[in-house]
T-cell receptor, first 116, second 109 residues
Framework: GAVVSQHPSWVICKSGTSVKIECRSLDFQATTMFWYRQFPKQSLMLMAT?????????EQGVEKDKFLINHASLTLSTLTVTSAHPEDSSFYIC????????????FGEGSRLTVL | GQNIDQPTEMTATEGAIVQINCTYQTSGFNGLFWYQQHAGEAPTFLSY??LDGLEEKGRFSSFLSRSKGYSYLLLKELQMKDSASYLC??????????WGAGTKLIIKP
C-alpha cells in the first residue's frame, strides 16, 4: 500500500488565488519531507526541504514567500502556492526518506496544478 | 559542478533488451538510484547501487562503476508497460540527490 499520500491529485485554480497541497506519511513519522516540482519532459527539481517543527530550507531561486511550507506534525507537510500564476502550473511531488541506509525516497502520488 | 547525463529518449521492441546509460559527476558519491516514472505519475523506486557491480532484480538489473562514474539500467523481456521515463539520481557527499533529466523509453510492438 501507499506509504506517502498526497492530496489533491489535480487542482485547477484562477490566477491570483492560493492553493494548498498536503503530503502525509502514512506508516511512519517523518521529520523531513522534500518538495519537488516537475515541468513536462523535465526531471525533478528540488524546491525545499520541509523540517518538522522548524523552518523549511529552500533551494536557490525558490521564493519562500510564494511557496509556503508548513511541517506542523511528524506525518504532515503542506505546500501552499500563494497568488498563483499560470507559470506556476506544474506537477508538484513530495517525498519522504525511508530512513534506511540507502536513503531511498518514498514519493507521494503528485499534484498537478493548473492555473488559469 | 555536479552533473548527471542520460539519453533523452530510447526506442526498443517488445520482448527485447534495452540498456539505459547514466554518467555522473558529483562532489563525493554515496550511491546511485534508478527510478521509473510513468507519465503523470510519481517516480517509483527500481534500484540502488553503492558498490561496483551488477545487481539483478527480476527483469531489471542495474550496474555501477564508481571509477568511471557510470551506471546502467538493463531491462530484459520488455513489456509494453515498461514504456516510461527512467530517472537516474546520484547521491553526493551531503546526501543530496542529483537528478538526471530522465530517459523516455518507448516500447514498440
Amino acid at each position: 500500500g501507499a506509504v506517502v499520500s498526497q492530496h489533491p491529485s489535480w487542482v485547477i485554480c484562477k490566477s491570483g488565488t492560493s492553493v494548498k497541497i498536503e503530503c502525509r506519511s502514512l506508516d511512519f513519522q517523518a521529520t523531513t519531507m522534500f518538495w519537488y516540482r516537475q515541468f513536462p519532459k523535465q526531471s525533478l527539481m528540488l524546491m525545499a526541504t520541509s523540517n518538522e517543527g522548524s523552518k523549511a530550507t529552500y533551494e536557490q531561486g525558490v521564493e519562500k514567500d510564494k511557496f509556503l511550507i508548513n511541517h506542523a506534525s511528524l506525518t504532515l507537510s503542506t505546500l501552499t502556492v500563494t497568488s498563483a500564476h499560470p507559470e506556476d502550473s506544474s506537477f508538484y511531488i513530495c517525498s519522504v526518506p525511508s530512513g534506511g541506509d540507502s536513503g531511498e525516497l518514498f514519493f507521494g502520488e503528485g499534484s498537478r496544478l493548473t492555473v488559469l | 559542478g555536479q552533473n548527471i547525463d542520460q539519453p533523452t529518449e530510447m526506442t526498443a521492441t517488445e520482448g527485447a533488451i534495452v540498456q539505459i546509460n547514466c554518467t555522473y559527476q558529483t562532489s563525493g558519491f554515496n550511491g546511485l538510484f534508478w527510478y521509473q516514472q510513468h507519465a503523470g505519475e510519481a517516480p517509483t523506486f527500481l534500484s540502488y547501487n553503492v558498490l561496483d557491480g551488477l545487481e539483478e532484480k527480476g527483469r531489471f538489473s542495474s550496474f555501477l562503476s564508481r571509477s568511471k562514474g557510470y551506471s546502467y539500467l538493463l531491462l530484459k523481456e520488455l513489456q509494453m508497460k515498461d514504456s516510461a521515463s527512467y530517472l537516474c539520481a546520484a547521491v553526493d557527499s551531503n546526501y543530496q540527490l542529483i537528478w538526471g533529466a530522465g530517459t523516455k523509453l518507448i516500447i514498440k510492438p
